[in-house]
Structure formats: C-alpha cells, structure tokens
C-alpha cells in the first residue's frame, strides 16, 4: 500500500522540497516528469498545482496534498466535493520566508480608490475569484471580478482598476506603483487529506506521521542547541541568560562542583548569547544545527 501525496508545482515547489528534506525525507524532481521520487518506498509523489490540489484531494485521485487556505477555500466556495477535506497539519511556511501571505486589495497610488466601498461598479482582477466575490458581496459592494491569467500587478489602470494579488513583502507592488487598501485573507500552506484516506487505519497512520515530521522541521527552523558544562556556584547566574523552548536540561558530571546545561534558543541570538554566558562562567560551549523538533 502507498500513500498519494500531492506536492504543489510552483512558486512553492522548492520550498516544500526543503521543508521534506529537513523533516527526513529526499524527494528528487525531474523537469520531464510530473511524479518526483522519494526515498520513502511508502509515498507516491505527484506534482499538482497548488490551485488544483484541493479538488484532487476532494476528489480522491490523492491522498493527501500540500496547499495554501487561499486554494482550499476557493475550492470550497465552488460547492461540495466529492469527499470531504479535512486539514491534518497547519504548516506556517511561503515561498520566500517561514510566514504567512497575504492576499490583498490594491489598486494605483494616484487612483480614486482609498477604502474597498470605493470600487463600486470596478473592474479586479485576480487569480483568486471566488474568494474575492465574497469579499466584496460581504461589504455589499457590486464589482466585476476577472481571472488574471498573471503578471496581474501590471493590469492597473489599463486591463482592471485594482488587483486582488499574493504578497509577502509587498515589494512587487511598490514596484508597479500600486497601493495596497485592505487584506482579503492570509493564507499559509496546510497538509490537507480526504475523509476516505483518513479513514484507511494505515493512510491515516502515515499522513499523522508526515504531518509530524513536517510540524517538527518548521518548529527547529532558526533554532539551534546549545550544551555548556559551568560550576554549580554559577549555575543560576547562567540560566538567567538562557531562553528555553521549555527549561534548560540540567545534568550532573562526574565531577559534583558541575553540571551540563542543554537548551535550545533562537539562532540569532547566539552571537550575543555565547559570550555573555563564557563570562558568566560557561564552559566547553557547543552550538549545534537542529533539524526537527517535536513539542
């Protein structure tokens, strides 16, 4: 028995191939093939578009998928499915950083536009129509929503008088003069999988498992261990310095005036950290990288 997984083509594509790597699994992509492997005998991987991968899964021709809230509740605002889709794993990740995008209003820094009661009677466009007609039918405000087929920053003023477009950054839109008026949903990547899968015992083990596995590499993303041996008489003036995911592990040595600290702090206070806690009477400081972290 395999497991269908669907992994999302596109802007997130590399982003979810590391975040697997960490999680322990290497999936290798061909550019002539739309089914990578994966060195997990378990797991069939196919490449979908994350605009598709909701009503694949919906459908049952997957398993299980990766894909953004944005694309399952579009998919959703076009009626019932086939089964149903539940989400096994929140997975806060994009294809530039480890967060969140948002989908946004904007239209042209010099246009008549100011608030989302303004566009009354307008033309967006967006790839992201579905959810975008219930964003303005909840204001009660009538637009005409278009599919943009993309490069959809570039359409105002000419092709559409606003825009409904992913960002992370907002940097494109700076870019092409655009200003942003009101977010229409954020959107981060969710492991969603069918009722039928989840109602196969084994499928329903190995997508927890994946969905583990993945959980715990975002949560080791930009943490690093940290193992130090320093006199008891110190002790405290130490762990005073030291952040915890939980509390500091405290060993005793073979020696009873010592003891060994193991703790686990944000890579980028490490810099700062490390020398403040040799002054304060640390010893054979290790810093160590960290690729999953199960809480």
Known sequence: MTLKLGIPKGSLQ????????????????????????IDDPEIDCMLIRAQEMARYVCDGVLDAGLT?????????????????????????????????????LAAPEDSRFKTPTDFAGATIATELVRVTKAY??????????EFSWGATEVKPPVLADAI????????????????IIDTVMESNTQLIANDLSLADPWKRTKIENV??????AIEAQGRVGIMLNVRRDDLERVLAL??????????????????AVNTIIEEKTVRDLIPKVKAAGGQGIVEYPLNKIVV
């Open 14 to 37: 590399d982003s979810t191939i590391q975040l697997f790597q960490r999680a322990g699994f290497t999936i290798y992509v061909s550019t002539r093939s739309y089914f990578p492997s």
């Open 68 to 104: 953004g809230q944005d694309w399952i509740r579009e998919h959703q605002l076009g009626g019932p499915g086939k089964h149903t889709l539940t989400s096994v794993a929140d997975l806060i990740y994009a294809k530039q950083s480890f967060g969140k995008v948002r989908w946004v």
């Open 136 to 145: 303005f039918d909840a204001l009660n405000v009538n637009v005409n929503v």
């Open 164 to 179: 409904v477009e992913a960002t992370e950054t907002g940097s494109t839109l700076r870019a092409n003069r655009l200003r």
């Open 211 to 216: 969905a583990l596995l993945l959980r715990a």
């Open 242 to 259: 030291l952040p915890a995911l939980q509390r500091p592990t405290i060993s005793s040595l073979s020696d009873e005036d010592w003891v």
